[in-house]
């Protein structure tokens, strides 16, 4: 199974990107997933998530009203639209799936990476001033 995630680039504050994490070679859509990120010098932290058919999201509060993340389970793929980045937006990104996490696990669990079982290589977004 490969979770590579694209969309990464360069891009001026303000700007938007959108990324973008395909889960090929994995059968089925019954798993939630989610966006992590981590900056130079700082642990992982979680961005937004979203369960198995979208209906669910959740989002840290540093990116509410800015990032929106959706997924499209035709094609096994998952976004994370970002609007109106910001210079703390600079990290890598993670996609990662889970399989415990269900429409009723409360957001905590959801921002818990240990609940993830198979995580993306990750892409840099660097969000320049």
């Known amino acids: 199974v490969q979770l590579p995630a694209f969309g990464g680039g360069l891009v001026q504050a303000g700007g938007s990107l959108r990324l973008s994490c395909a889960a090929s070679?994995?059968?089925?859509?019954?798993?939630?997933v989610g966006w992590f990120r981590q900056a130079p010098g700082k642990e992982r932290e979680f961005v937004a998530a979203?369960?198995?058919?979208?209906?669910?999201?959740h989002y840290t509060d540093s990116v509410k009203g800015r990032f929106t993340i959706s997924r499209d389970n035709a094609k096994s793929t998952t976004y994370l639209q970002m609007n109106s980045l910001k210079p703390e937006d600079t990290a890598v990104y993670y996609c990662?799936?889970?399989?415990?996490?269900?429409?009723?696990?409360?957001?905590?669990?959801?921002?818990?990476?240990?609940?993830?079982?198979?995580w993306g290589q990750g892409t840099l977004v660097t969000v320049s001033s």
């Open positions: 979203t369960n198995y058919n979208g209906e669910r999201t």
């Open positions: 990662a799936v889970s399989q415990m996490l269900t429409y009723y696990s409360g957001t905590r669990y959801y921002t818990d990476n240990h609940r993830y079982d198979l």
């Open positions: 070679g994995r059968t089925g859509n019954l798993y939630a």
